[in-house]
Every structure is written in structure tokens, then in C-alpha cells.
């Protein structure tokens, strides 16, 4: 699976997220079945985003990539920025950020799956 590293500011303040693409397939086909058993995944601290994306300025053929995104920074739109202007591929729904897909259609196409983090005045990892 193809997997990397955003960094962009987010609000001129340091904004860094991880992705993993999970699927991806042509928005005008159907999708292939999943292989293998998703339980196996750990996603505590991970969400997943649909996202639309377009090969080219000039193809019609929209494609959608189910993806895993790590934020390590809770900047406010954070993995929005990152998918649009990232990735080039906004999140489904976000006509704020450049989706082409009305969010009427769907609503925003974002869900957290986990949340972790460490507490302020404890230290310890909260999940």
C-alpha cells in the first residue's frame, strides 16, 4: 500500500499527517471486493477518509481512495488541507477545500475511527 508523510502548514502553524491509501478505484465502476480481514487493521489513532481525485485536469473519470490518515497535530480543517492541497484529492463532500462531488449528495465523507492523545496535565496516553 502506498504510504507517506504531509507536511503543510495549517493556519502559518506547524501541521504534519501520515497516510496510508487503502483502496482506490474509478468513481465510475464499482468497487473490488476487499481482500483479506479488516479486523487485522489497527486503526486507534487513525482515520479514514473517501476522497475523490482526478488523473488529470482533462480526464472525466473521477477516482475514489479510502484512505488512513494520521494527524500529529490538531489543527482545525488539518486533514482537509492535507487531502486537497496535500494530496490533491479532497475529501468527498468538502466543496470548501474542492471537491467536485456536492456534499448534498453525501455530507462530508469523514470519520474517525480512533482518537488518542496525551493528557495535559498527567502525561499518560489516553485512548
Known amino acids: ?3 507517506g508523510t504531509i507536511s503543510i ?3 502559518y502553524k506547524t501541521a504534519v499527517s501520515d497516510y496510508k ?3 482506490s478505484f474509478s468513481a465510475l465502476a464499482p468497487p473490488a471486493a476487499p481482500s483479506g480481514d479488516s479486523s487485522e487493521k489497527d486503526a ?3 482515520e479514514d477518509a473517501c476522497s475523490e481525485k482526478k488523473r488529470t485536469p482533462k ?5 475514489v481512495t479510502t484512505l488512513e490518515l494520521t494527524p500529529h497535530h490538531g489543527r482545525t480543517h488539518q486533514l482537509r488541507v492535507h487531502c486537497s492541497e496535500g494530496l490533491g484529492a479532497p475529501i468527498v463532500g468538502d466543496n470548501r477545500y474542492g471537491s467536485h ?3 448534498e449528495s453525501h455530507g462530508l465523507l469523514l470519520a474517525a475511527v480512533g482518537l488518542s492523545f496525551t493528557h495535559p496535565v498527567t502525561g499518560e496516553q489516553v485512548n
Do not use: N
Open 59 to 63: 480526464d472525466a473519470d473521477a477516482f
Open 9 to 11: 502548514p495549517v493556519d
Open 101 to 103: 462531488i456536492p456534499p
Open 21 to 23: 491509501v487503502l483502496s
Open 1 to 3: 500500500a502506498q504510504t
Open 44 to 46: 486507534s489513532s487513525e
